[in-house]
């Protein structure tokens, strides 16, 4: 799951969110004297990629996309956003734009008590409306930005453009696994979430 999974399967911490957002550029090592909610935000970051990657759905939809393709774990990712935003009203009682509104204004608050590092991700973030997934031009345009960061010796083997056409074509079949996949990792952090704080995600509908 990609930025906008990961903050929605976070408690209603800012900490939290983003150290769940944040986990991948810091390789889920929270810095010195970071809050307890920052670095289980980073640990259920870490759960919810061990199960994606493990769940019949989701290896089912890389299926779906190239028969080779170093990229397809990522595209899916960026793809079941896009299906979590087209579905957001089946698994959160909160409305979208009004979610991530919130987390943006939240977030801005409590970049400048971070790190520089982490300070300016967050900033980037918002600056550019990174949750934001909302048709397929977003789409597009997450596929178009992992293009740009990717290296130039695994640029001339795979694209995350590439890939565009092909998901347009099998998005039917891609949701389909997108619906049968998120209950199942609803669970999997809540049950997670109670042996580390004792609660649930309390604004998730399941």
Not at 31 to 39: G, Q, V, Y
Not at 105 to 113: G, M, T
Not at 120 to 131: G, P, S, T, W
Not at 143 to 152: K, Y
Request: hydrophobic share 40%; glycine share 2%.
């Amino acid at each position: 799951m990609n930025w906008l999974a990961h903050v929605l399967l976070s408690k209603k911490s800012i900490d939290f969110q983003i150290g769940n957002f944040i986990a991948d550029p810091y390789k889920a090592r929270p810095w010195e004297n970071a809050s307890n909610d920052l670095k289980n935000g980073m640990h259920i970051h870490k759960i919810i990629d061990s199960y994606s990657d493990k769940h019949e759905a989701f290896k089912r939809s890389k299926k779906r996309l190239k028969e080779k393709g170093l990229l397809k774990g990522i595209i899916i990712d960026f793809v079941y956003d896009y299906l979590l935003t087209k579905n957001w009203d089946r698994y959160c009682n909160i409305k979208l734009e009004d979610f991530t509104q919130e987390f943006y204004e939240r977030a801005y608050i409590q970049k400048d008590s971070y790190p520089l590092r982490a300070n300016q991700i967050v900033e980037n973030m918002i600056a550019r409306d990174l949750l934001n997934y909302s048709d397929f031009l977003h789409l597009k345009k997450a596929f178009q930005r992992l293009d740009m960061r990717l290296s130039p010796k695994l640029a001339q083997r795979d694209s995350a453009i590439s890939y565009y056409e092909i998901v347009c074509e099998k998005i039917d079949e891609l949701e389909e696994d997108f619906l049968e996949f998120f209950p199942d990792l609803i669970k999997r952090v809540n049950e997670e979430l109670k042996a580390v704080e004792e609660e649930k995600l309390n604004h998730i509908k399941i």
